[in-house]
C-alpha cells in the first residue's frame, strides 16, 4: 500500500512539475539605453522642446514687458487707452497660453511627435521580447521597470532581446 501511495505522489509531483511554467522578465529602460534609435528620438524631441520652450518664453517675455511698460505709463493715459493697452495684453497672453498648450499640451505636437518617434522602438523591442520568449517557450515576461516588486537576475532576458535586436549589452548602469 505504501508503494502505491508513494508512487502516486510522485507522479503528482510529476504531473505538477510539469504544468509549472516559466517565466521572465526584462528591464526595458536598460534595453532603451542600448537601442541608437531611442537616443536619436529623444535627442531630437529635446531639441524641438527646447525650440518651443524658447518661442512660448518669447511670447511670455512679450506680455511681461508689455505689462510693465503699462504700469510704468498707467497714470497718464486715458480710460480709453488703459482699457485698450489691458485688452492687448490680455490678448497676447492668452495667445502665449494657446501656444504653450498647442506644443505642451496633452494631446500637443510635443506628445505627438514622442508619440511617432518611440513608437517604432517600443514594436521592435516588443517583436524580440516576443521572440525570446517564444525561443525559451517562456509563458511570461514582465517588464522590471513596470511595477515588479523582486526579481531573481537569473531570469532576466533584457541581454537576450538586446542580442536579438543585434545589439551588444555595455557596461550602462543600471
Excluded: C
Excluded at 518611440?118 to 520568449?133: L, N
Amino acid at each position: 500500500m505504501k508503494k502505491i501511495f508513494l508512487t502516486f505522489i510522485i507522479i503528482a509531483l510529476g504531473s505538477v512539475a510539469s504544468f509549472a511554467q516559466k517565466i521572465g522578465y526584462v528591464d526595458s529602460e536598460y534595453i532603451l539605453k542600448h537601442m541608437p534609435e531611442y537616443a536619436a528620438a529623444q535627442k531630437q524631441i529635446n531639441a524641438i522642446s527646447e525650440q518651443w520652450q524658447k518661442e512660448i518664453d518669447q511670447k511670455f517675455n512679450e506680455v511681461d514687458a508689455l505689462y510693465k511698460a503699462y504700469q510704468a505709463e498707467q497714470v497718464l493715459l486715458t480710460d480709453v487707452m488703459r482699457k485698450k493697452r489691458e485688452e492687448e495684453i490680455v490678448k497676447k497672453e492668452k495667445e502665449a497660453k494657446e501656444l504653450q498648450k498647442q506644443k505642451f499640451g496633452p494631446e500637443g505636437e510635443l506628445f505627438q511627435k514622442q508619440k511617432s518617434l518611440i513608437k517604432p522602438v517600443q514594436d521592435k523591442i516588443y517583436k524580440a521580447i516576443e521572440t525570446v520568449a517564444e525561443d525559451g517557450l517562456y509563458a511570461i515576461i514582465f517588464d522590471k521597470t513596470n511595477g515588479m516588486l523582486y526579481s531573481n537576475p537569473r531570469y532576466d532576458k533584457s541581454n537576450d532581446v538586446l542580442n536579438k535586436l543585434g545589439l551588444k549589452p555595455g557596461n550602462f548602469a543600471k
